[in-house]
């Protein structure tokens, strides 16, 4: 059980262009998921927490406009990635938590912004 | 706000030999304590998690962990690693802000396991 599903796990992109990662709970319901980002050989940052049917909030330092989330359904929540830059290329991980402290993780999208 | 400090970037130890990351947390309270494992280009997986109780906690793949308060620290421990053991582990802690609850991570401690 928990699982947690990322779509696509590779993405390819055009500088300019938008990106829309998909992050859902399989087997449970997460009232509340978060995105996080990871640099080569780095920790998590957390970029922002997704409350279905509120909006998400954002961490300092992490641009609103740019990554769009939206949380639409209790086992859904997307990360758009808006005009995409070579600086944004990362590796962009979600998760989602059934209960209150404990997170179930996804496997990870790799994006590359070329 | 709290943080969380793992003082070692890599290890590397002999397979076979007994293993300790360290991971110190600053939190105003008990916060909860996690430890995660990573492989190359994969997500995380859990490997053990403390809210209360047993200060020593039990996790999967023979890793243990030691909540001590009074040195703010969750220290991961296996008594005999092997070479599938490498990998990145993170410890991180689960607390309340005004944000909501987050969980926030260390650096990272990478692994590596020599015959």
């Known amino acids: 059980g928990a699982v947690v599903s990322q779509h696509p796990s590779r993405v390819i992109c055009k500088s300019g262009t938008s990106v829309k990662i998909e992050c859902r709970s399989l087997d449970f319901q997460a009232t509340t998921m978060f995105w996080y980002r990871q640099f080569p050989k780095k920790s998590l940052m957390l970029m922002a927490t997704?409350?279905?049917?509120?909006?998400?909030?954002?961490e300092q330092g992490v641009e609103k406009d740019k990554f769009l989330i939206n949380h639409a359904s209790l086992t859904l929540s997307t990360l758009t990635v808006t005009s995409a830059h070579p600086e944004d290329s990362s590796f962009y991980i979600c998760?989602?938590?059934?209960?209150?402290?404990?997170?179930?993780f996804g496997p990870g999208t790799r994006l590359t912004v070329t | 706000a709290q943080s969380v400090t793992q003082p070692d970037i890599h290890i590397t130890v002999s397979e076979g030999a007994s293993l300790e990351l360290r991971c110190n947390y600053s939190y105003g309270a008990t916060p909860y304590l996690f430890w995660y494992v990573q492989s190359p280009g994969q997500g995380l997986q859990l490997l053990l998690k403390y809210f209360s109780g047993d200060t020593l906690v039990q996790g999967i793949k023979g890793f243990e962990a030691e909540f001590k308060r009074s040195q703010s620290s969750f220290n991961l421990r296996k008594p005999s690693v092997h070479w599938s053991d490498a990998a990145e582990y993170f410890c991180?802690?689960?607390?309340?802000?005004?944000?909501?609850?987050?969980?926030?991570f260390g650096a990272g401690t990478r692994l590596f396991v020599k015959a």
């Open positions: 998760s989602a938590r059934p209960r209150s402290y404990e997170q179930y």
């Open positions: 997704s409350n279905e049917g509120s909006k998400a909030t954002y």
């Open positions: 991180a802690v689960g607390a309340g802000d005004t944000g909501g609850f987050k969980t926030i």
